[in-house]
């Protein structure tokens, strides 16, 4: 089926859009907002795959049009990045190799009981300057020696904040099953990197959102570049998420320094909680 | 004290901009390049998707239905085809985040940083494995 410009600009410019604002505030690629909406949306004729191939598009140009910013402005921790990347990369190779012998049933329950309890978490811990500024007494040698603690400047209480990272493996673990999930689901997988840094890891939550924005760029790539040479990318589709993602990192940069980070992590909790009750769904059979 | 500021506001802004410079100047830039690289291919996607979008809208044939293989682009690219320029540009889009990788492997290496050698390499390796398994 072939859409016309106005349609295109109708039914994808303006949801991209929305989702490029989402992924660059809340750390995500967006393809989990991406992908039920252009398999659900009628007249658009997606497959399942052809969908999830336009939205990892879209999560690429999520991911690069935001963490350009985040990395000119060293919130980005590039190093954290790095040592994480090795495990959502594997992780997605192992996913998308076992994707066929999963019981999806069990996976979704799981994965909502796990996305339930870290909404949880983030809401009942608080990170306010008092919090940022206590830093955590121990940093484990593996921490020392990759160098992951950093510091970073916070426009929200024009303030310098410097953090350590602890417990490496746990983040390293988390990041491996962030990778898993990407790999079978088409997703960026940010819904689960995010707590986990922050939670975990103990990144200040600004800095574990622009981390994961960085890292998702290549979890997507690996997946997307099967995609595109298997012909699923279509290519009005995508080019027009890609502009319209574009435009919406510009201004969802933007927002992401300037709101205080409680308002940030109570948004990334509804998100969380969404997507928990959504994969409840699917597993239990309520949502196809 | 000629950059000295006077007022409140102009104080608080004077204060914001050297926190923020001190911060860019003390975090090591080994990746000076990467913040560049992701813009850079960002944008020259978003203008070669634009441009294809722009002539499929102009010849009002309809928007292209499938993307061209790598080895069928550079034909169709010298008369500007649509499906070739859109093809193109999500191409470029795809091949940025891998790009980033390879040129933090470089930094790495010329920093002589060991550990983190031997994390970019792992990480591009993962990056062709993944695109190994696809193909095949």
Redesign the interface.
Known sequence: ?????VE?VVFILVPAFLAGVAGSVLGIGGGIFLVPYLTLMPGLGLSLQEAIATSL?GV??T???A???Y????LTN??LG??L??AT??G??AG??VAVYVNTVALFLTFGAVVAFAAAYMLRTREGPRERAELPAEETGLAR??GLS????D?ED???YRYRVIRPMAGFAASAVAGGVSGLLGVGGGFIKVPAMNVMMRVPVKVAIATSNFMI??T????????????L????????A??GV?LGTLVGTRVLVRVPAREIRILFAALLGAVGIAMVGKGLGVIP | MKDFPHGAGDY?RW??NI??R???A??AD??RG???V??G??LV??GV??A??GI??FEGR??????L??QQLLGPLSTLRP?AL??L???V??????V??AL?LVGFLRERDR??IG??S??LL??C???L???L
């Open positions: 089926m072939a859409l016309g410009l295109l598009i690429i140009a991911s690069s049009g963490a350009s910013v990395v000119r402005d060293r590039l190093r790095m040592f990347e090795v990369s594997a997605a190779i998308a190799l020696r990759l950093s510091v970073y400047f426009p024009g303030a310098v760029g290549v997507a790539a690996a997946s997307a570049l099967i995609y595109f040479s298997r012909g990318v279509e290519p009005g589709v995508a080019a027009m890609v502009v574009f | 608080a204060r914001v926190l923020r001190a911060v860019v003390e975090v080994i990746n990467i913040a560049h992701l813009r291919g960002v996607s978003v998707l634009l294809g979008l499929a809208a309809g928007m292209p239905t499938s993307v293989e790598p499906a859109l093809s540009g999500i191409l889009l795809i091949l940025t985040p891998v980033r990788v933090s550990a983190y994390i970019a792992v990480v993962n990056l494995v993944a695109f398994v696809g193909v």
